[in-house]
């Protein structure tokens, strides 16, 4: 059975025991350390000072394997190189569901507009020590629409809680999002928003996976195909965007041009934080249902490619292969991405240049090119989950002068740590600030063809040797040691 919203999904992770509830939780830190000791997603209530009803839904973004499956209405026993597979075969048969027009919904139980307007009411945390303020908007989706083209866009962009009515907005340069209000802005004039801070994990998926608009697809297409159902939306009464109407909690108004505010220092998921100047958006509306449930990704405290930080890898790695077939790129044996910065390709490299393709055409298409900043081709008999075989093959099969190419220019992030001169030789020379740049190093891990002659041949057993050896001893052998694979 599909889930409608957050509330029926919270009902079947309760079923497998993946819920825990807390009680008199601080939103101070307290929420947010909680949030790195468990590996269940964590229901609070009755923060000191709040209403008892006034709910928090933390560990949106790290989800177990159990978890992915009820979100996604989909499973599987695969494992590994296998899991992405089954998962790339199963977008493969992605078909857009479009969202329907409804004329109220739950999220309407509460409207405030104006003066009534107070996002103080919601126990928005500070994750941790080092943090600039209190965040409402981490485990979120952020609406916006393309000037141009009418299209609808979802993403998350994080929200800084400045005051009753007011919320730092900060996506990272090249979004969609900050396309479309930098569009806005651009003409002069402030940009329409509607942020869900209270959704369910499927919308919050659709929010963060990087979906390609190819055909006019939106985020909330892929949301219904995901659920299984298409999404009930209204349109916001100031700014006509789709509001969700299940969902828990949507704030609505607009980013003004020409207004930063500080924001951060926030705890960002390379294992960083920084501060930086990024716009606001003044509230004009707040719809939530009784009992609201805020939902938050708090407590990151794993770096990449820390295993339990990155759980979703599998879907942006199969979403990468994908993507790099579209492209024509034959041959490929497996993708795999590790937190966003590093890629590696295993592949049956058929001729001359195939491997550099391929290499070119994972860092640079949508799902792969931002600000990964090393992509590793190897044969196909290297598992790219595996990072110790991979790194045995940069080791064994290379030399680096032939194997290594830097790429200049690349789609980066204002999260990546700069010299400061390549801001000064951008070629963004009108708006240096802006300019923000990554080399990208391809190492091509690929035994090189034409050095055939001298091959090594690679040492292992037969399969079948192994299997009779297990067969014969195996009892007094016990279980073996397995190989760690860092992508589950
Ligand atoms: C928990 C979480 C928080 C995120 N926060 C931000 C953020 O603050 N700013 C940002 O630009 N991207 C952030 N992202 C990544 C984007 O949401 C993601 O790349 C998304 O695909 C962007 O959608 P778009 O391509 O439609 O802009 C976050 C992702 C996750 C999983
Ligand atoms: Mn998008």
Redesign the pocket.
Same mark, same amino acid.
């Given at each position: 059975m599909p889930y409608r919203d957050l509330r029926e999904w919270l009902e079947k992770v309760d079923q497998i025991g993946e819920l825990l509830r807390i009680d008199g939780v601080h939103w101070d830190l307290e929420a947010g350390v909680l949030s790195c000791l468990t590996d269940k997603m964590l229901l609070l209530d009755r923060f000191p000072g709040y209403p008892p009803g006034f709910r928090v839904l933390s560990r949106?973004?790290r989800q177990t394997l159990a978890r992915f499956f009820i979100t996604s209405g989909w499973s599987t026993e695969a494992r590994g190189l296998e899991l992405i597979r089954a998962w790339l075969k199963r977008l493969r048969e992605f078909k857009p569901v479009h969202p329907t027009q409804v004329s109220e919904g739950p999220i309407m139980e509460n409207v405030e507009t104006g003066e009534q307007v107070n996002l103080l009411k919601f126990p928005a945390p500070r994750a941790f020590e080092k943090e600039g303020g209190r965040y409402l908007g @981490?485990?979120h989706a952020v609406i916006t629409r393309n000037p141009d083209t009418g299209l609808i866009?979802?993403? @998350?962009? /994080?929200l800084q809680l400045h005051d009753r009515h007011t919320l730092g907005v900060?996506?990272?340069e090249g979004?969609?999002? /900050?396309v479309n209000i930098e569009k806005y802005h651009s003409q002069g004039k402030p940009c329409p928003v509607v942020a869900v801070v209270g959704i369910d994990p499927g919308l919050f998926m659709a929010?963060? *996976?990087?979906?390609v608009h190819t055909g006019g697809v939106t *985020?909330l297409d892929f949301a219904g195909w995901l659920k299984g159902q298409p999404e009930a939306v209204f349109p916001g009464r100031f700014t006509g965007l789709p509001i969700p109407a299940y969902a828990e909690i949507a704030i609505e108004g607009e980013i003004p041009p020409g207004v930063t505010l500080p924001e951060g220092p926030f705890a960002e998921?390379v294992g960083y934080s920084q501060q930086r100047d990024a716009p606001v958006i003044n509230v004009k509306a707040v719809y939530h249902r009784n009992d609201p449930i805020l939902t938050v990704?708090i407590g990151r405290e794993v770096k990449p490619p820390g295993k339990a930080g990155f759980r979703t890898d599998f879907i942006r790695s199969a979403l990468i292969w994908d993507q790099m077939e579209k492209a024509g790129i034959r041959g490929i044996n497996g993708v795999a991405l590790y937190g966003n910065r590093m890629a590696v390709i295993s592949l049956d490299n058929l001729y001359a240049g195939h491997s550099m393709q391929a290499a070119n055409i994972a860092g640079h298409c949508h799902a792969g090119a931002?600000w990964t900043s090393y992509i590793i081709v190897v044969d196909s008999d290297i598992d790219p989950t595996c990072l110790e075989d991979v790194i045995w093959a940069v080791m064994q099969r290379t030399e680096p002068k032939r194997a290594i190419q830097v790429l200049e220019h690349c789609w980066s992030s204002q999260l990546a740590m700069q010299d400061p001169s390549q801001v000064q030789k951008a070629e963004y020379a009108m708006r240096p600030e802006r300019a923000t740049y990554i080399s990208k190093a391809i190492i091509d891990a690929c035994k090189p063809l034409e050095w055939a002659p001298s091959w090594h041949e690679d040492v292992h057993y037969s399969p079948e040797l192994k299997e009779q050896a297990k067969k014969k001893w195996g009892a007094i052998l016990g279980k073996g040691s397995e190989k760690e694979y860092r992508i589950l």
């Open positions: 949106l973004h @981490t485990g866009n979802m993403g @998350t962009y /994080r900060y996506a990272s979004r969609d999002g /900050r929010s963060v *996976e990087h979906v *985020e998921w990704s931002y």
